[in-house]
């Protein structure tokens, strides 16, 4: 619970700097956190019993890892 809001926190805070400052450069660790944050979630999912969505939030992980990890090596 704690690494969910702790990466939820990060991930708003980087998309509010890139909204004020219209300063996009950080956009690839906006989306790797809240990557994160669907990781802690789905495993959360799991522990509880709820293998759909636990599936899903792993499966919305994997995409935003690959997308992260484009972006790192396009720049």
């Known amino acids: 619970m ?3 809001i ?3 926190i990060i991930a708003l805070a980087l998309a509010g700097y890139g909204l004020i ?3 996009f450069e950080f956009q690839a660790y906006m ?3 809240l990557g994160l944050t669907m ?3 789905g495993i ?3 522990k509880q019993g709820k293998k759909f ?3 899903l939030f792993i499966i919305v992980f994997a995409f935003s890892l690959v997308v992260v990890i484009q972006s ?3 720049v």
């Open 53 to 55: 969505t636990g599936w």
């Open 2 to 4: 704690i690494l969910r």
């Open 6 to 8: 702790l990466f939820s």
């Open 31 to 33: 989306i790797l956190f």
């Open 39 to 41: 990781l802690v979630m």
């Open 21 to 23: 400052t219209k300063n």
């Open 44 to 46: 959360q999912d799991f």
């Open 72 to 74: 790192f090596i396009l």
